[in-house]
Nanobody, 115 residues
Framework: QVQFVESGGGSVQPGGSLRLSCVHSRSIFSIFGMGWYRQAPGKQRELVASITKAGATTYKDSVKGRFTISRDNAEKTVYLQMNGLKPEDTAVYYC?????????WGQGTQVTVSS
């Protein structure tokens, strides 16, 4: 089955760190740019970070300097290193292609930041 599988979420205190991983069942990472997205309760899904095939990255302003996106095409994996987590980072995190998304999403991984 073709799908994204996200993992690595959890519950942390403010200032903590998590590393999210996203794998895909096919070798799409060498074809498409990739993005990490998140959706908080009651809010729309938003782009957090993206990485092109060449490795150029962009970030949502509120996560710049705290989050780092990277990719390993051979391992079919995209990562999101999150440091200095804040309560407002609490959300379900998903990966998908960017720009433009494939017409399916994984289950996501829950990130909860609270004291």
């Amino acid at each position: 089955q073709v799908q994204f599988v996200e993992s690595g979420g959890g519950s942390v205190q403010p200032g903590g760190s998590l590393r999210l991983s996203c794998v895909h069942s096919r070798s799409i990472f060498s074809i498409f740019g990739m993005g990490w997205y998140r959706q908080a309760p009651g809010k729309q899904r938003e782009l957090v970070a993206s990485i092109t095939k060449a490795g150029a990255t962009t970030y949502k302003d509120s996560v710049k300097g705290r989050f780092t996106i990277s990719r390993d095409n051979a391992e079919k994996t995209v990562y999101l290193q999150m440091n200095g987590l804040k309560p407002e980072d609490t959300a379900v995190y998903y990966c998908n292609t960017h720009p433009g998304q494939l017409p399916y999403w994984g289950q996501g991984t829950q990130v909860t930041v609270s004291s």
